[in-house]
Structures are given as C-alpha cells and as structure tokens.
C-alpha cells in the first residue's frame, strides 16, 4: 500500500518553483539543447517518491529511461533515476525532482534503520510514526515511513480513537469505565487507545476497556513492568512505548526493546521519523577549464556534469556556484550529456 499523490499535487510542487518557466535557461537560450540526468546515492540508502519525481519530470517534458522504485536499498553510487530531454526540461524539473527524493529518502531511510534496530530482537515489535508531519507534506512523508517498513500511528483525528488526559479533563468526573464504554458503542469498529504516563493508569485504562495502551515517554523499566502486568491483568490490551523512540538515542531504543515479549506484539512509536535528513544538496561548483571551485566544503555530496555542443563557434565552459546544508546520508549524481559527438563544452558541477 503506497498513498497516491495525484498529478495536481505534482503541478502545485512545480508551480512554486517554476511557476513562469526558467528566466535563465530562456534568456541563455539553450532550452532546445538536449540532455542526460542522472540522481545517485553517496551512501547506502532506502529509496523514496522516485515515482513522483519521475512524474514530474516526465510532466515539464522529459523521458525517464531508468528509476529505483521506492522502499529498494541503493548502494554508494547506485543509480535511482535517470532523464533525458531538452534542457530546458531537464533543468525546470530538476531541482524539484531532487529536493523530493533527498527529503523522502532521508525519512525513509532513518526509519528503516530504527525498524532494523527494533526487529533485531523481537521481529514482532511495529514502528509506527506520529502524524505530526510538516502541513502539506502527509502524503509524501506517509509514503517514505511505508517503504521503510514502518506504518503510520494516525493519518489524522478522524480515522482513529486516542484518549488523552486532556480529554479527560473535558469528562467533569464521568468514570473511565463509562467513557470507555461509550466510545465502543460510538464506534464500534475502532480501536479504542488510552494515554497514560505510569504503571497504575496503564492497568487502570486496560480494565476499563482500552484495547492499546499508550505509555508517554516512560523509561524502559517501567515500560518493562507494565508489559508484565498486563501479561496477567489484562492480556487483551496491546502496549504501545511513545515518546524518545528515534535514531539518535539508539541506547534507549534497545533497552526499549528488550522490554517487550515478542507475544505481545507491542508498537514503537517515533514521534520524530518525518525529520529524516535530506540525501543531496547543493554546496560548490567547479570550472573545469581552471579547476577554481566557489565556495569550497569538505566532502563531495553531488556531482552535476553538462556536456553541450553549441551549434556554432568554440566550445564554452563556465560555473556558477550555490550552497545548502549538505547530508548526512547521500549525495545525488546527476549529470547532464547534451550534444553530438563533434566538439563539445563540459560543465562540471562539484557539490559539496
């Protein structure tokens, strides 16, 4: 199961950034230039929305000849997508095309790697991932935790029960028990999940009738007493550990896990999966008739070539510079091959 984006949602990323085509590729005039890209990985890496990206180049003009389809590893170096078309194609869906992959690999990638932790031990123990995604980025972000291996906690408020205290608070004194109740008849094919935050309002909610748990950043020990409690007090109810669960407290996330029996199924939910880091970014370029590099990093992260043959005169080679974070985990090659087999000119762009 993957969400579908549709193809106004594509249109809408390219209207933000290409909304009157591209001024400087119009105003050079090479637009009708034809050319290759290609997006690799720098690093082992989860793919993610390369089918979007291909869409969307595919929408401003250009031909996808290869991609790796998400949820696939990529080796350093792998190719995950590769376009062909006019320049001006290529370099209006370009960015777009890029900055899609790098956040949804990013993601993926991060929670496929604390899927891999959590299975390590008890392969029955689920990843589910807050729905605390950035406004407007649900269906892409959904996509890459999905292809990670991991499953969404909430799409939303309107598709699942998840009792808090602060809906308790609204309760003016009605019993747990008859809130509970209530909640089953109101919705009778739902779940019915509590938050509690210690030992004695896990058992209490258990017996009142919640079908999962929901323990609010509780250290593993008491994590590990609750499960054992309920083994006996209440052996429906499912225990679900939130809060803290993420890359960067992989000690944690062990000790975590070793508190759950595998019998009980129980889920792990990250609150902090959608902040996966980008795979590419830009950071120099370098001329290749010199070798002088503007704004110089350390550590290459894409390589971006242009070979162009102009249709009249000598060859021209030439290098712009821009920077951005660079990433963690990966770099994207992408190289752009224009022009016939007589003379041509070869741009090098070295990010960093």
């Known amino acids: 199961m993957m969400p579908l984006i549709p193809d106004a949602e594509i249109d809408r990323w390219l209207a933000e950034d290409v909304p009157f085509g591209d001024l400087t590729t119009h105003a050079l005039g090479i637009g009708e230039r034809p050319g290759r890209m290609v997006f690799a990985a720098r690093d082992a890496m989860v793919v993610a929305a390369s089918e979007e990206a291909a869409r969307l180049l595919v929408r401003v003009g250009c031909t996808v000849s ?7 590893t990529a080796d350093a170096g792998a190719p995950l997508l590769v376009a062909e078309g006019p320049a001006a194609a290529l370099l209006a869906g370009w960015k777009v095309a890029q900055t899609l ?32 995604t950035f406004p407007g980025t649900k269906a892409i972000s959904i996509k890459a935790i999905l292809a990670a291996g991991a499953i969404p906690h909430r799409l939303g ?26 909640l ?8 019915i999940v ?7 309002d896990a058992v209490s909610a258990a017996r009142a009738g919640a079908d ?7 250290p593993p020990e008491t994590v590990a007493a609750i499960v054992a409690r309920l083994a006996d007090a209440a052996p429906h109810a499912k225990v679900a550990a ?3 669960v993420k890359l960067g407290q992989r000690r944690r996330l062990r000790s975590r896990r070793r508190a759950y029996p595998g019998d009980l199924s129980p889920l792990l939910r990250a609150t902090r999966r959608y902040q996966g880091e980008r795979f590419g970014a830009l950071g120099n370029v370098r001329c290749c008739r010199c070798g002088s590099a503007a704004n110089p990093g350390s550590g290459g992260i894409i390589s971006f070539t242009a070979t162009l043959t102009p249709p009249n005169g000598p060859t021209a080679q030439h290098a712009h510079s821009r920077s951005r974070t660079p990433s963690r985990f990966f770099h994207s090659a992408r190289s752009i091959d224009a022009g016939a087999a007589g003379e041509r000119a070869v741009r090098s762009i070295r990010l960093r």
């Not at 999962?212 to 509780?218: A, D, G, H, I, R």
């Open 66 to 72: 290869e991609r790796r389809p998400s949820g696939c």
């Open 101 to 132: 992959m790098e956040y949804a690999s990013g993601i993926a990638t991060v929670a496929s790697r604390i899927v891999e932790i959590a299975r390590a031990v008890n392969p029955a123990v689920v990843v589910a991932c807050t729905r605390k």
């Open 157 to 182: 408020l309107s598709e699942t029960v998840l009792v808090f205290p602060e809906h308790r608070a609204f309760l003016a004194g009605e019993s747990q028990t008859s809130a509970l109740a209530r």
């Open 184 to 191: 089953k008849i109101a919705c009778p094919e739902r779940k």
């Open 194 to 200: 509590v938050e509690v935050d210690s030992l004695d």
């Open 212 to 218: 999962v748990v929901q323990l609010e950043k509780l």
């Open 242 to 244: 939130a809060g803290g």
